[in-house]
Every structure is written in structure tokens, then in C-alpha cells.
């Protein structure tokens, strides 16, 4: 009797643990398909926009369950991306020239501009060179890092400020470096490596721990709209159409005005 009761104790281990085994089974593989199944977007993003877009993503992510990539690099390389690979789904650039520069390539489609980009001059805290005004770029001894004229959009514009401000002779002389990217340009006057530099007001404000400003008044700058377009590229147009308006609405506004950009009403 003792024999019997054992075993159809173990036949009822057995079974119960059998069924648990299958839906377990049956759960894994529906999170496996859930997370398969979950759509994704790719962005290129100008890489000194990182921090606003990539809370942008994040909340996007939270709100719509869309897995957001993006790809950071400067315009130049960005614009390579897009037309070698000819994927991905959206793109935000630094100014209306690199979407222009895109369009005419046959990448993009319609823009929406989402806000003012404000060149300035950067120096290490404190100001160590006495720096004033652009045309203080061009005093013996200044030491300036810039974008690359040839690869950086960044770099392109400072060229034109310089040329501008009629000092583009007088400036080469003074350039100690020249980066890709405004990222590097932040890193380089933190460490006091140089004395001044031509960045976006945004991306000084964010690193004001270790970097100063210098305005450059407006009729004699350059200031930017920053676009942001889907890409001919997308399969997802309803989704990258999504993300647009969700980067354009009040909500993103309130993102780019936290990291110091003036968004466009």
C-alpha cells in the first residue's frame, strides 16, 4: 500500500513538474518574440546633441515602447553614412546647410526645424587669455583649437566668422589643433590646451564647470536652426513621423531648453 501511495506521489511530481517546465517554456519563448517583434529606430544625430536626443530617445522608448539607436558623428560623416548604407530612419543635423547638403543627395524629406544653434566663443575657465571679442582671435600668441575646415561643419563655420570678421589670415597662425567634433573641442579647452575656440552656446553651457563664454554679437555671427528630417531610407514612416512630432512637441521643447537650447516656437 506504502509502495503504491510513493508511487503516485512521484507520478504527481513528475506531471506537475512537466506542465511548470512548459510554461515556462511557453513564457520564454513569448519574451523571446516580444522582444524580437519590438520595433526599432535608427537616428543619425549631430554628436554635440547627444544629451538632449538621447533623453528625447528615452522618453520616447517610455511612452511608445520603440526601441531608439543612434549613430553620433559630425554632419560630414553622418551624411556619408546615410548614402553609403542607405539605411536608417531619421536624421538631426547642426544647421540648414547640412539638411540641404543631405537633400540634394536624395536622402531626405521634409524638415522641421526644432531649434536656434548659437555659435560663441569658448575659453577655459577663467578666461586666462583675456578674450573679448572674435577679433582677439587674431593676436600673437592666442592659441585656438577648431573644428576641422575640411570635415567639421563646425570648422566650416568658424572659417566663415573669421573671414567675417576680416581676420582669416591673421587666425591660421594661431591654430594649435583641429578635431571632428565639438565633443573633442570641449575636452581639449577643459584641459586648458588652448585659449579659445568657436562652439555652439549649448554645448559651453553645458560644460560651464570648465569652460567660459564670449558672446559674439548677432550681426556679426552665424546663428543655425537645427532640422531634423526622416530619411528616404525608413520603412518605418509612420513610426519616424512619430518621433518627429514627439521631438518637436512642447515635451521635447522642454528637453532641448534643459540643455541650453532656445527651441524654435
Known amino acids: 500500500m506504502k509502495t503504491k ?52 530617445g528615452k522618453s520616447f522608448e517610455k511612452k511608445y515602447g520603440v526601441k531608439i539607436q543612434y549613430t553620433y558623428a559630425n554632419a560630414s560623416q553622418l551624411i556619408g553614412q546615410m548614402e553609403v548604407s542607405h539605411k536608417g530612419d531619421i536624421c538631426v543635423l547642426p544647421s540648414d546647410e547640412d539638411y540641404n547638403t543631405a537633400n540634394k543627395k536624395n ?18 575657465k577663467g578666461n586666462p587669455a583675456g578674450i573679448t571679442n572674435i577679433k582677439d582671435l587674431s593676436k ?47 575636452t581639449f579647452l ?23 563664454i564670449v558672446q559674439i554679437p548677432e550681426k556679426e555671427n552665424l546663428i543655425k536652426v537645427i532640422p531634423i528630417a526622416a530619411l528616404k531610407s525608413s520603412k518605418e514612416t509612420e513610426l519616424s513621423k512619430k518621433f518627429i512630432d514627439f521631438t518637436a512637441s512642447d515635451e521635447g521643447k522642454a528637453i532641448f531648453v534643459k540643455y541650453n537650447l532656445k527651441p524654435i516656437k
Request: aromatic share 4%; glycine share 6%.
Open 190 to 212: 577643459s584641459a586648458k590646451k588652448a585659449d579659445a575656440s568657436i562652439i555652439w552656446e549649448d554645448n559651453a553651457l553645458n560644460a560651464a564647470k570648465n569652460i567660459d
Open 107 to 124: 536622402l531626405t524629406l521634409e524638415k522641421k526645424d526644432l531649434a536656434y544653434h548659437i555659435p560663441v566663443i569658448a575659453v577655459p
Open 5 to 56: 501511495k510513493l508511487i503516485s506521489s512521484v507520478l504527481v511530481f513528475l506531471i506537475t513538474s512537466i506542465a511548470f517546465m512548459g510554461c515556462g517554456q511557453k513564457q520564454e519563448n513569448t519574451t523571446k518574440s516580444s522582444s524580437k517583434d519590438k520595433k526599432e529606430l535608427l537616428i543619425y544625430c549631430g554628436a554635440g546633441l547627444n544629451k538632449p536626443m538621447e533623453e528625447i
Open 140 to 186: 600673437p600668441g592666442v592659441k585656438i583649437i577648431l573644428g576641422d575646415p575640411k570635415t567639421s561643419p563646425l570648422g566650416m563655420l568658424a572659417s566663415k566668422l573669421f573671414v567675417k570678421a576680416g581676420i582669416e589670415q591673421q587666425t591660421k597662425n594661431n591654430i594649435v589643433s583641429t578635431v571632428t567634433t565639438v565633443n573633442e573641442i570641449v
